[in-house]
């Protein structure tokens, strides 16, 4: 097994550059055999439910639902603050495949003793 990733992401669409590199480093990782887990914190938690990752950031850069397709594809995780997510009154049946409502308790666990390589968008 090769080590496992951790993309941190508190943005959301309001700046779809942003979120969109984030993607494209979670699916790299995933898509390179990485154990990749994508933390979604503050306006990020909305790209957890269904039909709201979509657009283009920029020209040239891929769709945001292709890179949420090919991420949840290769078996790519996402932990959704909690808090974050229940303080906009979203509803967890709208959530993603992949996705699951786990705060940093949890992301800790899941990354357990061995390294992890991080990045936070």
């Not at 914190?41 to 292709?66: F, S, Y």
């Not at 009154?89 to 705060?103: N, P, W």
């Amino acid at each position: 097994m090769t080590g496992k990733a951790v993309i941190s992401l508190s943005t959301g669409l309001e700046d779809p550059e942003k979120v969109t590199v984030a993607f494209l480093v979670a699916v790299g990782a995933v898509e390179s055999g990485h154990p990749t887990l994508m933390f979604l914190a503050k306006e990020a938690v909305r790209l957890a439910t269904g039909g709201t990752a979509t657009g283009v950031a920029c020209e040239g850069c891929p769709p945001l639902a292709e890179l949420v397709k090919r991420y949840e594809a290769a078996s790519g995780r996402y932990y959704v603050c909690p808090i974050c997510f229940n303080a906009r009154k979203l509803s967890e049946g709208s959530l993603i495949g992949g996705a699951e409502l786990q705060g940093t308790v949890p992301m800790w666990a899941w990354i357990g003793d061995e390294a992890a390589t991080t990045f936070s968008y």
